[in-house]
């Protein structure tokens, strides 16, 4: 059972963060990331340009294979706001992974969903998730929260995503602080 301990990463910039910034840190510090982290993050470089392209969701999962090496499923198609992962019973797996297709003035798709979290915990994995705008998240068992890994194109962003200032995401969301946040969307920018 691979554990992360995304809470606990104690980089310079964490320690200078709560200096200035006293006990928010840990919503300011962008974790480091791991191996497993660096392989979704490539596993994402086809999904993302799959889902601008087709404008739906891909997702899998990561796992480790016969030979304990690291793997993941081929992203298979869902739809623009949902998408159910195939397991295809050959891994060990460790984490799901899902982009959130391509850029709607709709939808908050910068951040994993409520469901995102929830979905991962009840199976007892991480989950990982590439967004329009670029950004990629770790979703966590451990801590249950979910932590931005990357913001500044790291995985591929829509060449149609258009940020919204007034809906920045924070850099982690527990369930009920993502609930807050869906709560506080009234659909505008
Ligand atoms: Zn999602």
């Known amino acids: 059972m691979l554990t992360k301990k995304y809470l606990r990463v104690a980089s310079l910039a964490t320690v200078l963060t709560f200096v200035f910034f006293g006990a928010n840190a840990h919503n300011n510090a962008i974790p480091e990331m791991d191996e497993v982290d660096r392989f979704a993050q490539k596993v994402f470089q086809n999904a993302q340009l799959l ?17 304990r090496s690291l793997v993941a499923t081929t992203p298979n198609a869902g739809d623009a706001d949902g998408c159910e992962p195939i397991d295809d019973g050959e891994l060990d797996v460790i984490a799901s992974y899902h982009t959130h297709g391509s850029y709607s003035a709709d939808a908050d798709t910068e951040t994993p969903s409520v469901d995102d ?61 993502l609930k807050q946040r869906e709560a506080n969307d009234d659909g505008s920018c």
Not at 51 to 67: A, P, V
Not at 122 to 136: K, L, M, N, Q
Request: proline residues 6%; charged residues 25%; contains cysteine.
């Open 51 to 67: 889902s601008f392209r087709d404008k739906i969701e891909y997702c899998g999962f990561i796992g480790y294979d016969h030979q």
């Open 117 to 177: 979290l929830v979905a991962d915990f009840s199976e007892g994995i991480d989950g990982y998730v590439a967004t329009p705008g670029g950004r990629f998240w770790v979703i966590s068992l451990e801590d249950q929260a979910t932590f931005l890994l990357c913001e500044k194109g790291c995985v591929q962003k829509d060449p149609e995503f258009k940020p919204c200032p007034a809906f920045t995401p924070k850099h982690s969301y527990t369930v009920e602080e």
